[in-house]
């Protein structure tokens, strides 16, 4: 599986888009990038996944780079309750069979 | 519809004892099982996952074991606790065909 980087932690003030980076320079044809995030003390929650194409959904947007070495998550008006760690994955769709790792992700703070 | 359940929610236990985590599965049958463990403040371990029924990969060696006993129960154990062994304990599960993984609602554990 791809490996993938994030930044450690991100601000945002409430009601502004937050977007946040990933880079998956090694990622092959076949793998989709996923994102989840983790609100504290909870499970992480899957948000969203593509593989080249924007994709959008009710929680947020996903931009991937035509490279695919790069992707933005969008959460167009973040509010208090997106606080959380948000991790990007990178990840074959049909041949995930074995271990899916998680990085460290971003941790969003979002500011009223 | 499918759902994921694993108890107990909290496990306040003494060093030395043993562990025993169960999850459960409905909804889906032939689910990949996986089980992480996050310390506090830091990011998901992937512990073991798992294809199918008695087929068990581990990611860390450590002092703690899981078991596949049928299709949709996953069970984490360990014979002797560690203070180290002290997190928060999730149980995930993906229908195999994707990286869309459902998450537990976990199990915090402390050493004492």
């Known amino acids: 599986d791809a490996k993938t980087t994030q930044p450690p932690s991100m601000d945002c003030a409430e009601g502004r888009a937050a977007n946040l980076p990933c880079n998956h320079s090694?990622?092959?044809?076949?793998?989709?990038v996923y994102w989840y995030r983790q609100i504290h003390s909870q499970g992480p929650q899957y948000i969203i996944h593509?593989?080249?194409n924007n994709e959008t959904n009710e929680m947020a947007s996903l931009i991937i780079t035509e490279d695919r070495k790069s992707s933005t998550l969008i959460l167009p008006h973040a509010t208090l309750r997106d606080t959380a760690v948000y991790y990007c994955i990178a990840l074959p769709y049909g041949g995930s069979q074995g271990n899916l790792i998680f990085g460290k992700g971003t941790k969003l703070s979002v500011k009223p | 519809s499918q759902t994921i359940h694993q108890w107990p929610a909290t496990l306040v236990q003494p060093v030395g004892s043993p562990l025993s985590l169960e999850c459960t599965v409905e909804g889906t049958s032939n689910p990949n099982l996986y089980w992480y463990r996050q310390a506090a403040g830091r990011g998901l371990q992937l512990l073991f996952y798992s294809v199918g029924i008695g087929q068990i990969s581990s990611e860390v060696p450590q002092n703690l074991s899981a078991s596949r006993p049928q299709d949709r129960q996953f069970i984490l154990s360990s014979k002797k606790l560690l203070l180290s062994d002290s997190g928060f304990y999730l149980c995930?599960?993906?229908?195999?065909?994707?990286?869309?993984?459902?998450f537990g609602e976990g199990s915090r554990l402390t050493v004492l």
């Open positions: 090694t990622i092959s044809g076949n793998e989709y």
């Open positions: 593509g593989l080249k």
């Open positions: 995930a599960w993906t229908p195999g065909a994707g990286g869309e993984l459902f």
